[in-house]
């Protein structure tokens, strides 16, 4: 065998032991990660899940069924529901079972997406006119009223009802997707820039 080949076969033999081993790395990184998951999520620690599963994202391995579910669990939880959603749709791929597609359906009958925003953020305020007795709804409810106080901004799901954002009033109806940018420089001028619109589907055409 001439000596180039040889070179060459022992290059790429190098290459695939080490892309093997990155693969069994991440292979037993992935099953350290999802037992993590599920110790933590049998305590109900939330912000435990989260962080595992966020760690198991930038793995970049295909998550499992057990794994989605798991990062739903949590993101409810935490009052995320709209990443809670996006999991449940991934999960809903690989094993329609029935807690998924009836959460699913309870999400979308009880909740609208909604997108706010305050610039600069020290006059953003998220209220709502009745405290949900539903604690999934008042975790939701709260977890957006503490991102739009941090952050000026605030883009996910709230239970259907009414709140006030910055001083406006406006009312949160499932299948209807409202955004308010209700920024000091923008008052000045056009006053609350408000939108309300059906939410299109995935792959649908928006209705004129």
């Known amino acids: ?3 180039g080949a040889s070179s060459m076969m022992w290059i790429f033999g190098v290459f695939w032991a080490g892309a093997a081993s990155a693969a069994d790395v991440g292979a037993a990184e992935h099953i350290r ?24 994202e930038k793995l970049g391995v295909d998550l499992t069924y057990q794994d989605l579910l798991n990062g739903a669990y949590a993101a409810r939880g935490l009052g995320n529901m709209s990443s809670a959603y996006d999991r449940l749709r991934v999960a809903a791929t690989l094993d329609g079972t029935r807690e998924v597609i009836d959460w699913l359906s309870s999400i979308d009958t009880n909740y609208g997406p909604v997108e706010l925003v305050c610039t600069p953020p020290r006059d953003a305020a998220l209220s709502s006119a009745e405290t949900p007795f539903d604690p999934d709804q008042r975790l939701a409810v709260e977890y957006a009223s503490a991102t739009v106080r941090k952050e000026g901004t605030f883009k996910g799901l709230l239970p259907r009802g009414e709140y006030t954002f910055s001083g406006h009033t406006f009312r949160v109806e499932p299948g209807i997707a409202t955004r ?13 820039v408000i939108s309300s619109q059906p939410v299109v589907p995935d792959g649908a055409t928006p209705t004129p």
């Open 1 to 3: 065998m001439k000596a």
């Open 180 to 192: 308010i940018d209700a920024s000091p420089r923008l008052k000045k001028t056009t006053g609350i």
């Open 33 to 56: 990660l999802s037992g993590d998951m599920d110790q933590l999520a049998s305590r109900q620690l939330w912000n435990g899940v989260e962080r595992k599963f966020l760690e198991l």
